[in-house]
């Protein structure tokens, strides 16, 4: 198992990563300065979702002339939540700053959070883009839909222009790592709790290098999870699909009796085509909805780790490495 340090260190910053060699050394370049000049005890907690390139390998070779990086490799992908929430279990400073490692959010503006956090004595500061126009069309017109969307569906809290670049609290890391979620969302989450908070703006960046980690598939999976962990709207919208369907259906039968009772029943099949269809449309929809909700439930009941842990840097010297369930913390 990891030792604990001595004393924790003031600050750690928490970076998932996946596939992220041809990064790796652009982000550190950057983050390694900035950090040296706060002028304080931190830590990096690198956490790699399962790579499948030389990104755990380059870690450790950059880690030999920088002891602050620590190193926590997954045994398999997990996604970007779920890594996050592994860094954020790992991760000991009394501040922890969550920042991805394609440099869209510049390191540079973690001085000024800490600082905000420290001279406004909030628990949690996010960093706010005031400028994406970095961002393909497409990627900006995906995630307004998805913070339009969840404005309504979860709550006027969620920010519009707020990722997952954040510095929090011990406080609020201690709250988010006793949640019992299985697959919480972040950017969500931080701000349902109601902890004070500030902002602190700044320029959102084109990527470093390498691919986005946030394709169409995973964007639709983030607004699922983002919805089903956070409203049950979708099932009153279904109860309200079922209503509706039943009157049109009723309209339906009442056409045909009097078309019957006025002798103009022909044989026809649209009506009956298209009634099929929106029943059975209707149907696979609500049982979709539903099955979300279950699978969540079935998740639940299981409590199956999220993750396992297949080497933590901290544990050196100890002679092994053995992998560490920390998902579950009821």
Known sequence: MPQPLASPPALSVVTPMYNEREAVDHFVARLRPVLDGLGLAYE????????????VARLLQLRADWPQLRVVSLRRNVGHQAALGA????????????????????????????????EQGVD????????RSTDTIFKRRTAGIY?????????????????????????????????????????????SLGFSSAEVAYVRAERVAGETKYPLSKMIRLTLDSVTSFSATPLRIATWLGLLSFFICLALV???????????????WTSLYVAVLLLGGIQLICLGLLGEYIGRIYAAVQNRPQYLIGMDTADEGTGSVEPIELANHH
């Open 147 to 191: 913070y339009w969307l969840m404005r309504r569906l979860v709550g006027p809290w969620v920010s519009d222009q707020a990722g997952d670049f954040r510095l929090m609290s011990r406080a609020v890391v201690d709250v988010l790592n006793g949640l019992p979620e299985q697959r919480p969302v972040y950017r969500l989450v931080v701000p």
């Open 44 to 55: 990096v907690v690198a956490v790699d979702d399962g790579s499948r390139d030389a990104t």
């Open 124 to 131: 949690v500061v996010y960093g706010v883009r005031t400028d």
């Open 254 to 268: 009442i056409s045909g009796l009097v078309a019957w009772g006025f002798g103009a029943v022909v044989p026809g």
């Open 87 to 118: 860094g954020l279990r790992s991760a000991r400073g009394d501040y922890v700053v969550s920042i991805d490692a394609d440099l869209q959010d510049p390191p540079e503006t973690i001085g000024d959070m800490l600082a905000a956090a420290r």
